[in-house]
């Protein structure tokens, strides 16, 4: 599987910005999709999840009301969408599928496929 994230740049706060997350390979049709984000000198943390199904999604707290995960199963791609947008939601967003079903999908070691990291700049 590889995965193909895009949509990064520079905002201002308040702003809203969409990401973009294209899976592909034998695999990228299957499984769940996760955004995960991490900034300079702090850990990596979950942001959102959806299953392949769109049945469940997942948000951090700290995003949940600002932030949508979608899908667009032809497409194999999920977008986050950010709306309201804070100066401490600038970081690295990567997107990430596990390659299981039924798996904790907010937790990162849930993933074995990671894309290459979107970066999101939020000036306040």
């Known amino acids: 599987v590889q995965l193909q994230a895009s949509g990064g740049g520079l905002v201002q706060a308040g702003d809203s910005l969409t990401l973009s997350c294209v899976a592909s390979g034998r695999d990228g049709s299957k499984y769940g999709v996760g955004w995960f984000r991490q900034a300079p000198g702090k850990e990596r943390e979950f942001v959102a999840a959806t299953t392949w199904s769109g049945r469940n999604s997942y948000y951090a707290d700290s995003v949940k009301g600002r932030f949508n995960i979608s899908k667009d199963n032809a497409e194999n791609t999920v977008y986050l969408q950010m709306n309201s947008l804070k100066a401490e939601d600038a970081a690295v967003y990567y997107c990430?599928?596990?390659?299981?079903?039924?798996?904790?999908?907010?937790?990162?070691?849930?993933?074995?496929?990671w894309g290459q990291g979107t970066l999101v700049t939020v000036s306040s």
């Open positions: 990430a599928k596990p390659k299981v079903y039924d798996i904790d999908l907010t937790q990162w070691t849930s993933y074995a496929y």
